[in-house]
């Protein structure tokens, strides 16, 4: 019996170990937490309440230094959908978690109402500690104590101020490779479940863990190489290599779909300063600490990722990411990226999701507690959240929640949950991903942005973001990031043969969209128990009437084609 | 063709007469706004857009100075549910808009970005006019200007700060039959509705209207009577008359559901300072201004409102209600009624709804944000909501939002509006009502107070809220008050009397019920297409899982029940 479902109860003080469910054995990272929600969660829940559980789960290739595919899978009932949710991380928790044999760490039971711990895992188990001392700090001062506690090989997977208020806007910060704590579960409040139990961090001690063992370590080789060397192969990957997601900018800021002034326009005055062949350009100029090319975790040959130092060579942020360039940049009207780097760091510290936090500055400056383009003014509201005044709160609960307190109409959610950094009135088949994808808007639940079609017309664009919603859910079944996804297109059959070797399960031929289907469907099943229906999938009214400039065009995907899309699912 | 609706269209400064459809002429109050709901606005509408539309419809019976049966019903789909909202007040709107023979006034149409308007109705139709002068004045000081402008001869249906910010707490205030602003359609934010639309306020001219015709003046003559001694001579009437609304606290209290400290005990240790008995003895011995039996209406018998005046003759406000006691008083933890009376004229001088507002108090007590029995603190969240600070937009925004802002999951609310002023865990027949009722937590939906059961016992709770309900929805299409219906219960026949002579149709035995259902029906059927579902028809987890003091009781109605309740209306 293998007892590798690790359960922790804060309010109690244990930690216990339970076999593995017969049918959570072929599932892992998304899939296994959908399972898992749907097993043990009540979809009605309040997900603030006891009845909530946040389960962390590595995806099934996890373990390996397969390149970028050792992500970590958080997730439960969100805090801010109301629905199922997955937000899935780099960094160094999802390998750490593999090596302990962790197949799924759950936190449950009973509220605290005081106090505030940690929680250790090691081979010997898992126990909580007394983590007083940590209340209140920033993600960098607590994982700096953490690290100077238990030393500097442990993973970490921490909350900030944001998580210890519950706000919906919370995420979970994880160490990458530097111990940086900086990668982040970011999406749907997940920190919030953990400050609702009073959990600070997660410590993981996995120096006496072990590499998952594999029923075919030949074939993992083989299999191993052929997915990397069509990686390298793939020339995307050397874009992100060069620019990182940043190269985004300049190509969605030609779609006319950069999200500009509380996503009122489609391109930025600006964009020429915001591009990530800019911030190449002057990062390379910068030299150390700055990096145009930074791995997030061990064994990544993209290294999509960056860091972002001062002209007077100090660490500013590590990573700044399309995402956040696009809300915390145009979306405010702010155009420089110091500036941008320095609002990243401090909703970084907070433990922030800075997709939502820009969009709730977005509306916040709409409302007119901002201009836009003041980054003194977006600090100051930042400041706010930190303080923990009312307007933070409002600011730290999300975009929606700015909307309703401020009255303001133009606000770019879906299921309560900020969009990314597409406009999908210009990029329809995004738009699509957002408007039917269970988790709320996201781009990572399936971008469309580099497929070959006409991203105005609305034709095709619903079978093209099933397609990908499908691929991605798969992907985040196996803790595969987004940009892996290249190498496997282009080495058919690799991820079955990578399952194979590991476990000896022959997945079939569509193992990757199957694992994504299923995971779909149990998804789904969670959000309709949860009360949602066909309204919920729906693009916001005022994106579906207002045209946006330069090509003045409004999300037009008849509903049919949005509901349809779940029939062949 | 009988050119009886009134479209107002505020952005184009016009107001146009249209024949009534068909469908409608049958229909008024509660049950012509469902109607009306259906065919003119899209149940998936931004409530705050230009989809959505106001609704005032006086009920069938109203204009002819029945006894409590001319009250005004205004609806829409509700900024704070998401839902159709109906909420209706006594005063002389309904009266005055019966005369000028209005049977629908819809406000609608593009919204206006800036300015301010009045709409000024007579028997020479409509007219829009500039109302920048009356911005930012609360109730008071606005009906004020409009009755000096336009004479004391006016009704006023106008909104105070709360609407013109948009607040999902926002009611309308209409004028009593001494001319104050103070009844109010209280409940579902509608009036951010008019604030949505620039329209500060209506002021009707029926100078130069008619009563409506009878088409049997005799036959209508001799119902009335026989309706007007069947409420005289009922018990309650008399109680009503001494002690108000009020009376229901002792009562409430004895059964362990009177709100107290946000709904966390059912006992209030300083009940004998807020008993309607007591406030009897009070106003008695304080003399005018007080007065205990006051009339909301021309016309009423019952004069269940009153005037609740300080010891040194001041008029404090006017009616101090049974609701606003429990929710602003006990509540809070306040036992004093003048400090109570205090809180509620500065917020019904800001036009919104007593009972969001006192549970959103409750809710920030909670949080930290008063002292329970802090009637100072009290006092200067209120003045938050007048300030328009984020906390106070967050407060006028309604319980459900001020939970979700700081977190707090004691929050008294079915489908985000907050309940009366009875727990739910302990008169349960009312939970029912408030669980199921289309319009989200409410009593006047179907208050079982008065039944002769016992309220902590599950069983025949949904039954008894189903017959209730239908009831209730039956005479909000009549127009008619809540407490004329013990006039009606003890003169079988007497509404389908009226109605044969009023109109000269005849509604059958089950005239009151068939409204009842038809509506809740229509009300139904709006909010499925909304989004609403089961999941959505529940009393919150908390008040299922932690007992209620004294009695410790939770909600144990099983859903099935709940659920069950409409497969016979």
């Known amino acids: 019996m293998d007892e590798r479902v690790w359960r922790v109860n804060v309010a109690e003080g244990t930690v216990r170990r339970d076999p593995v469910p017969t049918e959570w054995e072929r599932l892992g990272g998304r899939g296994l937490i959908a399972r898992a929600s749907l097993d043990e969660i009540d979809p009605t829940c309040d997900p603030l309440g006891p009845g909530n559980k946040l389960v962390w789960a590595s995806g099934l290739l996890v373990g390996h230094m397969l390149s970028s595919c050792d992500r970590i899978s958080v997730g439960g009932k969100s805090p801010l959908t109301g629905g199922i949710k997955e937000s899935n991380a780099g960094g160094s928790t999802g390998l750490k978690l593999a090596y302990l044999g962790v197949k799924a760490l759950i936190l449950e039971g009973p509220l ?11 081979a010997d188990g898992g126990a909580l500690q007394p983590a007083e001392d940590l209340a209140g700090l920033g993600v960098h001062e607590a994982a700096h104590r953490l690290l100077e506690r238990f030393g ?154 960056n860091v972002f130092g001062s002209a007077d060579g100090e660490k500013i942020v590590s990573p700044l990411e399309y995402e956040t360039i696009g809300l915390v940049g145009s979306n405010l009207g702010i155009g420089d990226l110091d500036q941008i780097a320095h609002l990243n760091a401090a909703i970084d510290d907070l433990g922030l999701d800075s997709i939502e936090v820009g969009a709730a500055l977005g509306v916040a400056a709409e409302a007119g507690l901002m201009a836009f383009g003041d980054a003194a003014g977006a600090r100051g509201l ?61 781009h990572t639940a399936g971008l469309t942005v580099r497929a070959k079609v006409d991203h105005l017309k609305p034709e095709g664009q619903a079978e093209l973001s099933r397609g990908v919603q499908i691929n991605m859910a798969g992907y985040d079944c196996l803790g595969v990031c987004i940009f892996a996804g290249f190498g496997f297109a282009s080495a058919p059959g690799v991820i079955r043969e990578l399952l194979m070797a590991r476990y000896n399960w022959d997945g079939g031929e569509e ?20 009360g949602f229906t066909a309204v919920d999938d729906r693009i916001p009214e005022w994106m579906r009437t207002e045209p946006l400039p330069p090509h003045a065009t409004v999300f037009d995907i008849p509903d049919e084609e949005l509901d349809g899309l779940w029939q062949s699912v």
């Open 112 to 122: 605290l109402s005081s106090g505030w711990w940690l929680l250790h895992l090691s």
């Open 152 to 305: 500097n090989k442990v993973g970490l997977a921490l909350i900030g101020p944001g998580g210890e208020m519950r706000l919906q806007a919370a995420g979970i910060q994880n160490l990458d490779k530097d111990n940086e704590p900086s990668r982040i579960n970011a999406r749907g409040g997940l920190g919030a479940l953990m400050g609702a139990r009073r959990l600070k961090a997660v410590v993981i001690d996995s120096s006496q863990g072990e590499k998952p063992r594999l029923a075919d370590a030949e074939g993992f080789k083989a299999a191993q190489k052929r997915f990397t060397q069509a990686l390298m192969a793939h020339p995307q990957t050397a874009i992100y290599r060069d620019f990182g997601t940043a190269g985004l900018a300049a190509m969605v800021d030609g779609f006319g779909a950069l999200p500009t002034c509380n996503f009122s326009i489609g391109h930025f005055q600006g964009i020429e300063g915001i591009t990530g062949e800019h911030m190449r350009d002057v990062l390379l100029a910068r030299g150390k600490p700055s990096d145009t090319s930074h791995a997030c975790m061990a064994g990544c040959t993209i290294r999509s990722s």
């Open 382 to 442: 930042v400041d706010e959240i930190r303080k923990g005044t009312p307007l933070g709160r409002v600011l730290g609960s999300g975009a929606a929640m700015t909307g309703q307190v401020f009255g303001i109409r133009r606000v770019p959610v879906v299921k309560r949950q900020s969009m990314p950094s597409y406009d999908p009135r210009a990029i329809k088949g995004t738009g699509v991903t957002y408007a039917t994808s269970p988790q709320g808007a996201d």
């Open 511 to 530: 193992v990757l969209q199957d694992l994504g289907r299923q995971t779909l469907r149990m998804e789904r099943e969670f959000n309709l128990a949860a």
